[in-house]
């Protein structure tokens, strides 16, 4: 097994996230956009943004997730670069997965990175809660990409696919929004969650590469 | 449809009224649980089919799974309204956000859409099958977590009360009805499958009859 094409793919969606406008700042930008549109949008009460603060967080993960990934495989499949992954002969299941993860360490870290900046603003106290809160939304942030990249791959093929990626990967996002911001809120139930939440992460680690390699080869074809 | 009519006649006016459970209201229960039902085992059919199509790439798998996305979501959906119009007399609201279940069935209903939007969105009936059996088996992941939400979670509903590992805790008054309504569910479903199946198999044999006729 030739290991350099992995290599490679990593290389090139790091590199990419840095180039071409579309990149690594996007996010960021939506991250930040949408967390000051919110206090603007509901009031600057205290109580009120320290309750939602958490989940505005997580939605807007989400949401930026969609937002960078929506071409990840789209220029792959138009300008060949696809076509020389699968005559390699490398496992395609490893590079749709090292170009995610790529991805995800140059658009999603970040924004986790960011979130306890963003929790301030949202009127939490300042204490080492929001580094802990920085460690879930990073895991929950790899769960997103993943299944988001299982998006991007099933919609390569298809013109302007930024809705279609959206309705598909929306209902996988479920499992790590419920365990996420369980983990954050401390409700019923929420003594397990951040072990769930880490559960549910592995377990789209595990399996999305597979539907990323099967939904690439098929549109290859 | 006999089996639903009866059920719902006898839901409807035979069942005594149940006091306690908010009195007429509850009647709901004969369409609701059929629906719910249905939409978990639809979906798990479609994963199945979709399964079997993409290891064996048997037509017939692909084609009951084209058939079974539109009722499944046609089902999800019954499911949701009935229960809204259930709940809220009884729970006071039409829709409650921390609900579990509801959360995870209508996350089901977008499974159904974005499985048919995909497969819309293919340009040949083969891509649009392996791109739709991929997702429909991504997203198998939705069922379990729907059937054991109410165990998981907090939530509105109640815990299992027909299958459960001692038999179901229902009054027979009820419980008969009850599956029986959710029989004639199932052969409806199960006949408008067959139709669109059938429907489907013709379209591509008539498909396969033109190319044959234009080469010849």
């Known amino acids: ?221 | 449809m006999l089996c639903i009519l009866w059920g719902l006649w006898q839901g409807l006016w035979i069942v005594p009224k149940d006091d306690y459970q908010g009195g007429d209201i509850m009647r709901v229960m004969f369409i609701h649980v059929p629906a719910a039902w249905l939409a978990m085992v639809s979906y798990s059919g479609l994963a199945v089919a979709s399964f079997v199509w993409f290891i064996w790439r048997h037509e017939l798998a692909d084609i009951a799974a084209k058939a079974i996305a539109p009722l499944g979501a046609v089902w999800t959906a019954l499911c949701l309204a009935t229960g809204s119009i259930w709940g809220k007399p009884t729970w006071g609201t039409w829709w409650q956000w921390d609900d579990a279940r509801m959360m995870s069935v209508l996350f089901l209903l977008f499974l159904f859409l974005g499985y048919m939007a995909l497969r819309a969105s293919m340009d040949s009936r083969q891509k649009a099958a392996r791109a739709g059996a991929i997702l429909a088996m991504v997203g198998a992941v939705n069922v379990p977590l729907i059937k054991f939400s109410v165990d998981l979670f907090t939530s509105l509903h109640q815990p299992a009360s027909v299958i459960t590992a001692d038999g179901p805790k229902m009054a027979a008054v009820y419980l008969t009805p009850l599956l029986i309504s959710g029989l004639g569910h199932a052969l409806l479903f199960g006949g408008l499958v067959m139709t669109h199946m059938r429907t489907e198999i013709r379209e591509r044999r008539i498909a396969r009859l033109t190319a044959q006729a234009l080469e010849g």
């Open chain 1, 1 to 221: 097994m030739n290991a350099a094409p992995i290599w490679a793919a990593f290389r090139q969606a790091f590199a990419e996230a840095w180039a071409g406008g579309a990149g690594a700042l996007l996010p960021l930008g939506f991250l930040g956009g949408a967390a000051v549109l919110v206090p603007l949008g509901i009031g600057s009460d205290t109580e009120t943004l320290k309750a939602v603060g958490p989940g505005i967080i997580w939605v807007s993960l989400a949401l930026s997730s969609l937002v960078t990934l929506e071409r990840i495989f789209q220029a792959d499949v138009e300008d060949g670069t696809l076509d020389l992954w699968l005559q390699t002969g490398a496992p395609m299941a490893a590079v749709a997965a090292a170009k995610t993860l790529a991805h995800w360490l140059a658009a999603g870290l970040p924004l986790a990175l960011a979130s306890p900046l963003l929790a301030l603003m949202f009127q939490a106290q300042a204490s080492l809660d929001l580094i802990a809160h920085l460690g879930l939304y990073a895991l929950g942030s790899l769960a997103f990409f993943f299944w988001g990249g299982v998006g991007a791959a099933l919609s390569a093929t298809v013109r302007r696919g930024g809705l279609l990626i959206s309705i598909i990967a929306l209902p996988l996002y479920v499992p790590t929004a419920i365990f996420g911001s369980l983990a954050m809120t401390g409700g019923i139930g929420s003594d397990g969650a951040p072990m769930l939440l880490a559960a549910s992460t592995l377990f789209a680690c595990a399996v999305a590469p597979y539907a990323m390699a099967a939904a690439l080869r098929l549109a290859a074809d």
